[in-house]
């Protein structure tokens, strides 16, 4: 996945690092029956998606949440097609 990202964007590894882990800790695993943030939290992350309806929205800036939300959907993309 990381590798992927690298290639497909560009730059060093270094620069996708935090989006990859934040799609692997958030995204289901058959092993534990959730994702290892709920196993870990006891409860489901807020997602970029749930920032505005808070009004994080105001603090991070709006831009940065699409930015965020479109990266999150490219690295689930990816990982659909890497687990193909």
């Given at each position: 996945?990381?590798?992927?990202?690298?290639?497909?964007?560009?730059?060093?590894?270094?620069?996708?690092?935090?989006?990859?882990?934040?799609?692997?800790?958030?995204?289901?695993?058959?092993?534990?029956?959730?994702?290892?943030?709920?196993?870990l939290?006891?409860?489901?992350?807020?997602?970029?998606?749930?920032?505005?309806?808070v009004?994080?929205?105001?603090?991070?800036?709006?831009?940065?949440?699409?930015?965020?939300?479109?990266?999150i959907?490219?690295?689930?993309?990816?990982?659909?097609?890497?687990?193909s």
């Amino acid at each position: 996945m990381l590798r992927a990202c690298v290639l497909e964007d560009g730059g060093t590894w270094s620069k996708h690092l935090h989006l990859i882990e934040f799609a692997y800790n958030n995204s289901y695993h058959s092993s534990i029956g959730m994702a290892p943030y709920e196993a870990l939290y006891g409860r489901k992350c807020r997602t970029p998606l749930c920032w505005t309806e808070v009004g994080d929205r105001g603090v991070l800036g709006p831009e940065i949440i699409q930015e965020t939300t479109l990266k999150i959907k490219s690295v689930q993309e990816k990982m659909k097609v890497a687990q193909s």
